[in-house]
């Protein structure tokens, strides 16, 4: 049982590229969250997903996109990296929005030059 | 918005005390509260979930109550160990799907 599990780990962009970020849980939850974590502020929601097939938008939206075609996947796009999207990126899953504790995974460390 | 704090920043205490980790929230409306800890460059680790209707949770030498009227949770952490040296964040959950989070309490246990 791996849990929540994030790839990569670390990538350096440079402005403009795109990239995507994978979210895998193996623990059968249907609820998943992409957060993002910067110096001296909390983690804080980019989107999340009630479900497989939908998303919704979080507190900070602009400039990613996700989908949720697999129920254990969750991806986080980056369609053109900009260098206030550098931050440490968190996928979380649940079975219970609220309900039920939150998972996170390791992280992924994104530098956009 | 729900805004929630987390005082203080950083603590350092010996190995053995007891101590405590503050958190306050500006919502009282809230679904749940969620303790976390973080090593540095990693994940988060949940410690300790408290549901609305509760009022505190226990896990081994950690204890976290919860004030909704007032807004304040806090985590009790009883004697001490070098390897408690982390990072403590507080998350207040709301129906909509979010957690909150504070910016954390940064903990060092000396030896």
């Known amino acids: 049982n791996a849990g929540v599990t994030q790839t990569p780990k670390f990538r350096v962009l440079k402005t403009g590229q795109s990239m995507t970020l994978l979210c895998a849980q193996d623990m059968n939850h249907e609820y998943m969250y992409w957060y993002r974590q910067d110096p001296g502020m909390g983690l804080r929601l980019i989107h999340y997903s009630v479900g497989e097939g939908t998303t919704a938008k979080g507190e900070v939206p602009d400039g990613y996109n996700v989908s949720r075609l697999k129920k254990q996947n969750f991806l986080l796009g980056l369609e053109s990296a900009a260098p206030s999207q550098t931050s440490v990126y968190f996928c979380?899953?649940?079975?219970?929005?609220?309900?039920?504790?939150?998972?996170f995974g390791p992280g992924t460390r994104l530098t956009v030059t | 918005k729900q805004e929630v704090t987390q005082i203080p920043a950083a603590l350092s205490v010996p190995e053995g005390e007891n101590l405590v980790l503050n958190c306050s929230f500006t919502d009282s409306a809230i679904y749940n509260l969620q303790w976390f800890r973080q090593d540095p460059g990693k994940g988060l680790t949940s410690l300790l979930l408290?549901?609305?209707?509760?009022r505190e949770q226990t896990s081994g030498r950690l204890n976290a109550s919860l004030d909704k009227s007032s807004g304040r949770s806090t985590l009790y952490i009883a004697a001490s160990q070098p390897g408690d040296s982390a990072t403590y964040l507080c998350a207040v959950g709301t129906g909509a799907n979010n957690l909150f989070f504070g910016t954390g309490t940064r903990l060092t246990v000396i030896p």
């Open positions: 408290i549901q609305s209707s509760q």
């Open positions: 979380a899953s649940s079975y219970v929005a609220g309900g039920h504790e939150q998972y």
